[in-house]
């Protein structure tokens, strides 16, 4: 090979990482966001009917998802706040650390309610971790670079989605439910071995502690708009939480169709994020946010009109596609955010927001088991319709041009 070849190499890897806004922190963040993902999309989608299979009635799967919700809010200030105090390199390696635990547990499970103590740990990662995933973006990255570095982060943690699930999805028609949900399991305990690797890798300067740090300083710097904004998302995330939980009972247990098939659906949610995700991202870090972040939201609430309408596989594809069009304009919606968030309160900024958000939307879940009783639709319903209120609140009280 010439000599020129290499330096040609070098500058086309160049471009692609100035293009996909990595460099050494964001890469770090984006590969241990993939490992993870891989892992938990083997079983995640299937804990409803793991839960079902060790006799957990409806009403606890609901409850399963409502402590979800919980825990994502109340672990997120405190993950935003490790994340300030002790760098984010050390403050990741813990959660996917105790995230590693809460696998084991999850596996090992006799009972149900064993599974929520699992999940206790499980959400280290998906949600005390997400504050300083965050803050490396807008550590890393300039104003004009951040919707592309956020889509890049949701490409790499959906590419697994493409065939875990269906992999899990044939690990429980193998094995069966509780065999294949552990033995996806235990591959997420050795993928969070090589993601501590991964993250020792990244090199972030621990910005020093600022005065004003209690949460009470922190709520009170987050400016009206992104106030408005949470105001917003927790009509959306409750339109969300209120049907996620069940979406495989209905696949499964309601329209008819396989693990596997159900695999698929995520598969296809997932490969219509990696189709439209940077597009939208690049063109929101030129044109502006609020479209995108309009475009989301409508995605958000017209999601569960069209599972419901569903009745067999071929009606519940182009659900599932209008499933991944919620996330056209999530970067958009993370960089608005991170603009609105004074710098030196980064991580506890979004995880003051995400605290709140979580919190909010925690009875949904439960609250779509009642429905669910009443019959398998109506919570879908009611979703939707929750999620365009959300939608016109964004639309008519939050601007853009008051980002920082």
Known sequence: MSSAASPRR?????????????????????????????????????????LEALGAPVLAIGAYGSTEDFLDGLYQYPGGWVGDRHGRRRALMLFVSLAAVGYL?????????VVLVGLVFVMCWTSMASPTLFAV??????RERRA?????????RRVPILIAPTLGGLLIVTLGVRAGVRGGLSVSVVLAAVTLLVVRRMRLERRVEPAASGIADVWHSLPTPLRRLLLSDVFIRTCDGMVDVFLVLYAVNVVGIGAPAFGLLIGVQAATVLACSLPAARLADRLGRKPFVVATFVAFSCFPLTVAAAHSFAALVPAFVVGGLREIGEPARKALILEFVQPELRARGVGLYYLIRSLAIAPAATLGGVLWKVAPTVPFLLAG??????????????????AG
């Open 148 to 156: 592309v570095g956020f889509s890049v982060q949701a490409i790499l």
């Open 105 to 113: 547990i999850v596996a090992a499970a006799p009972a149900w309610p």
């Open 10 to 50: 070098r500058r086309g890897v160049a471009w692609v990482a100035e293009a996909l806004a990595l460099e050494r922190n964001t890469a770090s963040v984006v590969a241990a966001m993939f490992l993870m993902a891989l892992g938990e999309n083997l079983w995640r989608r299937f804990i409803p009917k793991y």
């Open 137 to 142: 973006v807008g550590d890393a990255l300039p």
């Open 385 to 402: 319709a929750i999620g365009l209120i959300g939608t016109v609140l964004f639309m008519l009280t939050v601007e853009e041009r008051h």
